[in-house]
């Protein structure tokens, strides 16, 4: 690793963005814009109920057909990257051995196969003690407890593991050969010292981690590598470009928003929902989740739900077939023929209100056994209310996520939207009506690569600051203000929308135990 800021030769950034269901490549040149970009698929198994599994060589792969795309459209040559930042999504655990081989499929952020493990680290060591050093709960999602799992349920694999890598640092090692750990994805580890910014190794033999199994930590700007020979001829790139390590999806997302002075926040509206609050000072809560930001000195307060895009996807996936078979007629997607049904529905959807727990839930409820669930359904109901439904449950899971926050101190005045959901007018209009707060648009779309490639910028000498950064590339494209007139129907549907868990709650996890 250089650990060095360096100048280069070309004039371009690339940003690589391993999300859940495709990886994003994007190349932008100074100011933010974009000179070329494509996606790369792939899947994710379910093998089990409550298992979310990738293979991060199906990553890999992904991340070789979009450059293939993005060479292919002749608008960008290798020869102009002059440094690439990737992110990806938190709390994977890639166990590679001595040799560098991935040794199995890691599950995701959605998985929770791992609760009994939870339960027996807290009772054993104590949650209170957990939360303490590293400022989150100890909860399936995370790293920590997946990597346990595998010593209880894998025992070979885990004989073998030499390194646990996140899905960025995975890329990174493919690219450079380096092995790394960025101080923001280091967040998924609980023997990480989330004030001070390292591995507290007396924590990770309580638990049971071994040392080995962490990477160096390193920040996110850090130039880890240069692209080795075997990845130039796999991907295109020029053998030697600079690769910074990069951090997780919605940290550099919150980046790519414009989200760098205490108190900024962004609002994720990619697979996942949610929301990130820069902070100058360490405030954790644990009900939510806390990590580094991707710029150094700052934390990100986030609250991160499963409802997301992707309930619009599901209920595509599921209920959409007329909408389908209409766009190939008139090359209207079904997504805005969706979004066009749920407009003629009233605000509150006559009544009709949707838990979006569609993979248990994250913060703040923490129940990997939540279900989603549509509460009103009638005769009067139709599709269009159940679209407009589903885009409210994800606005309320977002309204209680920031209602936690301001309880625990930390109050956010305006949201920064990201990611594709923000691209519907309606729904933006929805969660700045829920949530009581303005909401203000950047380019939505390319707002997490973007922050891959500024942290490539500022790690190779394009910007000289995140400052400078932002004030190029980030361009605002529209605003939402909350309409006082749906003030009322939006508070009565959050009140049910809240009820509705209480008196479930105890119903899911009996469910969810077998």
Same mark, same amino acid.
């Not at 298992?51 to 020869?79: F, H």
């Not at 209170?128 to 400022?135: E, M, R």
């Not at 996520?401 to 007018?425: H, I, T, W, Y």
């Given at each position: 690793?250089?650990?060095?800021?360096?100048?280069?030769?070309?004039?371009?950034?690339?940003?690589?963005?391993?999300?859940?269901?495709?990886?994003?490549?994007?190349?932008?040149?100074?100011?933010?814009?974009?000179?070329?970009?494509?996606?790369?698929?792939?899947?994710?198994?379910?093998?089990?109920?409550?298992?979310?599994?990738?293979?991060?060589?199906?990553?890999?792969?992904?991340?070789?057909?979009?450059?293939?795309?993005?060479?292919?459209?002749?608008?960008?040559?290798?020869?102009?990257?002059?440094?690439?930042?990737?992110?990806?999504?938190?709390?994977?655990?890639?166990?590679?051995?001595?040799?560098?081989?991935?040794?199995?499929?890691?599950?995701?952020?959605?998985?929770?196969?791992?609760?009994?493990?939870?339960?027996?680290?807290?009772?054993?060591?104590?949650?209170?003690?957990?939360?303490?050093?590293?400022?989150?709960?100890?909860?399936?999602?995370?790293?920590?407890?997946?990597?346990?799992?595998?010593?209880?349920?894998?025992?070979?694999?885990?004989?073998?593991?030499?390194?646990?890598?996140?899905?960025?640092?995975?890329?990174?090692?493919?690219?450079?050969?380096?092995?790394?750990?960025?101080?923001?994805?280091?967040?998924?580890?609980?023997?990480?010292?989330?004030?001070?910014?390292?591995?507290?190794?007396?924590?990770?033999?309580?638990?049971?981690?071994?040392?080995?199994?962490?990477?160096?930590?390193?920040?996110?700007?850090?130039?880890?590598?240069?692209?080795?020979?075997?990845?130039?001829?796999?991907?295109? #790139? /020029?053998?030697?470009?600079? +690769?910074?390590? *990069?951090?997780?999806?919605?940290?550099? @997302? =919150?980046? %790519?928003? !414009?989200?760098?002075?205490?108190?900024?926040?962004?609002?994720?509206?990619?697979?996942?929902?949610?929301?990130?609050?820069?902070?100058?000072?360490?405030?954790?809560?644990?009900? #939510? /989740?806390?990590?580094?930001? +991707?710029?150094? *000195?700052?934390?990100?307060?986030?609250? @991160? =739900?499963? %409802?997301? !895009?992707?309930?619009?996807?599901?209920?595509?996936?599921?209920?959409?077939?007329?909408?389908?078979?209409?766009?190939?007629?008139?090359?209207?997607?079904?997504?805005?023929?969706?979004?066009?049904?749920?407009?003629? +529905?009233?605000? *509150?959807?006559?009544?009709?209100?949707?838990?979006?727990?569609?993979? !248990?839930?994250?913060?703040?409820?923490?129940?990997?056994?939540?279900?989603?669930?549509?509460?009103?359904?009638?005769?009067?109901?139709?599709?269009?209310?159940?679209?407009?439904?589903?885009?409210?449950?994800?606005?309320?899971?977002?309204?209680?996520?920031?209602?936690?926050?301001?309880?625990?101190?930390?109050?956010?005045?305006?949201?920064?939207?990201?990611?594709?959901?923000?691209?519907?007018?309606?729904?933006?209009?929805?969660?700045?009506?829920?949530?009581?707060?303005?909401?203000?648009?950047?380019?939505?779309?390319?707002?997490?690569?973007?922050?891959?490639?500024?942290?490539?910028?500022?790690?190779?000498?394009?910007?000289?600051?995140?400052?400078?950064?932002?004030?190029?590339?980030?361009?605002?494209?529209?605003?939402?203000?909350?309409?006082?007139?749906?003030?009322?129907?939006?508070?009565?549907?959050?009140?049910?929308?809240?009820?509705?868990?209480?008196?479930?709650?105890?119903?899911?996890?009996?469910?969810?135990?077998?």
């Amino acid at each position: 690793m250089t650990g060095v800021k360096e100048k280069c030769m070309g004039d371009l950034l690339l940003g690589i963005d391993i999300g859940t269901s495709a990886c994003k490549v994007a190349a932008f040149d100074r100011d933010g814009h974009v000179a070329a970009s494509a996606t790369g698929d792939y899947p994710v198994y379910y093998p089990h109920p409550g298992w979310a599994e990738q293979n991060a060589e199906d990553w890999y792969r992904g991340v070789c057909q979009a450059l293939a795309k993005i060479w292919n459209t002749g608008r960008v040559k290798p020869e102009d990257i002059a440094c690439i930042g990737i992110d990806g999504q938190g709390w994977s655990a890639i166990a590679l051995d001595k040799d560098g081989r991935n040794l199995t499929n890691t599950p995701i952020w959605m998985d929770t196969r791992a609760q009994g493990i939870c339960d027996e680290v807290n009772g054993r060591i104590g949650a209170d003690k957990i939360f303490a050093l590293s400022g989150n709960a100890l909860q399936p999602s995370y790293t920590t407890p997946k990597v346990l799992w595998y010593r209880e349920n894998m025992p070979e694999v885990y004989r073998h593991t030499d390194k646990i890598l996140h899905a960025n640092g995975y890329i990174g090692y493919r690219l450079t050969g380096c092995i790394t750990e960025d101080i923001c994805d280091a967040y998924g580890w609980h023997c990480f010292d989330m004030r001070r910014g390292v591995w507290d190794y007396d924590m990770a033999r309580e638990i049971g981690i071994p040392e080995n199994f962490l990477p160096e930590i390193v920040n996110c700007d850090q130039i880890i590598g240069k692209v080795n020979a075997e990845a130039a001829k796999e991907t295109g #790139l /020029i053998e030697g470009t600079p +690769v910074v390590a *990069g951090g997780l999806d919605a940290a550099c @997302g =919150t980046l %790519g928003a !414009g989200v760098i002075h205490d108190g900024d926040t962004q609002e994720q509206g990619g697979q996942a929902g949610g929301m990130s609050i820069c902070l100058d000072d360490y405030q954790a809560d644990p009900r #939510l /989740i806390l990590s580094f930001h +991707v710029i150094p *000195g700052k934390w990100l307060l986030q609250g @991160g =739900t499963t %409802g997301g !895009g992707g309930v619009m996807r599901w209920f595509e996936r599921e209920f959409a077939g007329e909408e389908r078979m209409l766009a190939e007629k008139t090359g209207e997607s079904s997504l805005v023929q969706l979004n066009k049904e749920a407009e003629k +529905v009233a605000p *509150g959807s006559d009544g009709l209100v949707f838990l979006p727990y569609m993979s !248990g839930e994250r913060s703040p409820i923490w129940n990997p056994d939540a279900k989603g669930v549509f509460y009103g359904l009638d005769f009067s109901k139709t599709k269009g209310h159940m679209v407009r439904a589903c885009m409210e449950g994800v606005a309320f899971a977002l309204k209680h996520n920031l209602d936690v926050a301001e309880k625990a101190g930390a109050r956010a005045e305006v949201l920064r939207a990201m990611g594709g959901s923000s691209n519907s007018l309606l729904w933006t209009q929805i969660k700045s009506d829920i949530t009581g707060k303005p909401i203000v648009v950047p380019s939505s779309d390319t707002a997490t690569t973007l922050g891959a490639a500024m942290l490539a910028g500022v790690g190779c000498g394009f910007y000289k600051d995140y400052e400078e950064a932002v004030s190029l590339t980030v361009h605002d494209t529209r605003s939402h203000t909350p309409n006082p007139e749906n003030a009322e129907v939006y508070r009565r549907n959050y009140e049910i929308y809240l009820e509705l868990y209480r008196d479930l709650e105890d119903l899911m996890r009996r469910n969810g135990q077998g």
